[in-house]
């Protein structure tokens, strides 16, 4: 008797993921989980050069950054209850303790997203939620809340309607600077109860779902499915019950090498692993006491 409903890989895109075409990855912490395997594997990818991004709202405004030509100034920083100086369009990871700080690592990225984003092969888009938070002050959609008192924001989640309209602008976007690109959409399998409690992330996912189904010219590749659906147990989570567990996302990346990888690509990225973790290995004698 089979206990459990198995996953089968969609191999026809196999050969897509190769270490000679370049890759950008956007999207919620589960595409930083995919982009740290993949670069201990040796291709050459460039993750989240604004931090995670949860809902499509977010991802949308960031590739349209990336396609453009502007830059952050000082009208686009602000300091947080810590006294940090940060941004609405990042994640906390690039808040410094002074403005020009902040504006440096800022720009330096975001340059770095913009090459990125015109010589990928392959760009993938992470979709977590469709909760989007608010400035009360100006209706600006922002990527992280930078712990502000909640009154700061309002919140709301994106119809269907809104998402599609998104996900559209994504892939627009996309193939009007780099008609080269091969757009690959997922939802993250990590779970986001918030407000509303699990049903209202079940609805939440499931508006990602239909969303993703609807943009023609696109791949999807299940790693929601893979973990909620193939998977389907608490031990594949970590503690926070949350987020799947490093078990489960070398599972899915597994999937997503099987899916999109030739065997030789696999060997290649199996022996660049091991050149990783070598280079990060420190002698006994190296290590401080």
């Known amino acids: 008797m089979e206990f459990r409903t198995k996953l089968n890989p969609d191999t026809s895109h196999r050969g897509m993921i ?15 989980e995919m982009g740290s395997r993949l670069a201990a594997d040796g291709f050459d990818i460039v993750c989240n050069p604004g931090g995670t ?3 499509p709202m977010s991802i949308h405004a960031w590739v349209k950054l990336l396609a453009g ?8 920083i602000t300091t947080g209850p810590d006294g940090r100086f940060h941004s609405w369009m990042h994640h906390s990871s690039f808040s410094r303790k002074s403005e020009e700080e902040a504006l440096t690592v800022m720009n330096k990225s975001l340059e770095v997203g913009r090459k990125a984003l015109q010589n990928a092969k392959v760009v993938f888009i992470t979709l977590g939620t469709t909760r989007v938070f608010r400035l009360k002050e ?18 709301t989640r994106m119809s269907l309607d809104e998402c ?39 609805l939440s996912k499931a508006t990602l779902l239909l969303a993703t189904d ?17 998977l389907r147990d608490y031990r594949f989570y970590a503690p926070d019950m949350r987020h ?15 899916s999109m990888m030739t065997s030789s690509t696999i060997a290649h ?11 990060a290995h420190r002698p006994m004698a190296d290590r401080q006491p």
């Open 244 to 258: 799947p567990s490093p078990v489960a996302a070398d599972y899915i990346y597994d999937l997503l090498c099987e």
């Open 214 to 230: 609807s943009i023609d010219g696109t791949i999807y590749f299940p790693a929601y499915e893979a973990l909620t659906d193939d």
């Open 18 to 32: 190769n270490h000679a075409n370049p890759m950008l990855l956007l999207g919620s912490c589960f595409s930083d």
């Open 269 to 279: 990225a199996i022996e660049c692993r091991r050149m990783s973790r070598r280079a």
């Open 69 to 76: 030509d502007l830059t952050f100034t000082q009208k686009d």
């Open 138 to 155: 100006s209706g600006m959609c922002v990527a992280n809340c930078h712990k502000h008192h909640p009154a700061t924001f309002t919140e």
């Open 53 to 55: 991004l949860y809902n």
């Open 164 to 202: 599609i309209s998104a996900l559209e602008g994504i892939r627009d976007t996309i193939l009007d600077v780099n008609k080269e690109a091969t757009i690959v959409f997922t939802v993250s399998p990590v779970r986001h109860p918030g407000q509303g409690g699990l049903h209202a992330n079940a």
